[in-house]
């Protein structure tokens, strides 16, 4: 479990493929207070560490991971957004976030608007997933609030603090994200679904 507030900017220092799986090996900070098993949330995919050398570790992703995320596309010496498994005896400063990638969003817009940045997004049109205004979506790992909600888009804005630490700063219109949405909506909405509410 997470709170989608990134911790450390890693960066990607090996790609190796193996069978249907790939192992990245990533350098951040935090690595000496690691330990194998840990999971660590990479881009808004939770990984379990597999390994430790030095001042990076090594995390594998299987074909499911591959196939639903961005991480098949990520090359050496890409920076990812990272976040240790919560703490029960913490601040919930996010929300709760799982590290299961719902589906892969494009950013279709960014506007800067004096002291904050706007970022818009969309995502597959037949999803029953939905943002509404005001809750809570996970872009790459960050817990987030939407300001503006469509049918398949929504858009988030962003503070220059978040802007600087975390992966948002390399975006561009056409960038590939990892959307997770807020766990609590997606319980409802197949409640609905199912005419149980």
Known sequence: MFTGIVEDIGVVQKIEKEQA?????????????LRVDQSVLHNGICLTVVALQGDSYTVTAIRETIEVTTIGNWKVGQSVNLERGMLLNGRLDGHIVQG??????????????????YYGFEFKKDTQNTT?????????????????????TFKV?????????????????????????????????????????
Not at 100 to 117: L, M, N, P, R, Y
Not at 135 to 149: A, E, F
């Open 157 to 197: 804005a962003i503070i220059p603090y978040t802007k600087e630490h975390t992966v948002f700063k390399t975006y561009q219109v056409g960038s590939l994200v990892n959307l997770e949405f807020d766990v609590i909506g997606k319980y409802v909405s197949k409640l609905m679904r199912l005419g149980k509410v």
């Open 21 to 33: 799986n790939l192992h990245l090996t990533v350098k951040c900070g935090f690595v000496p207070e």
């Open 100 to 117: 299961h990638v719902d589906f892969i969003g494009k950013c279709v817009s960014i506007e800067e608007a004096e002291g904050s940045t």
């Open 132 to 152: 509404i205004e005001k809750g809570s979506i996970t872009v790459d790992g960050v817990s987030l609030t939407v300001v503006d909600s469509g049918i398949n």
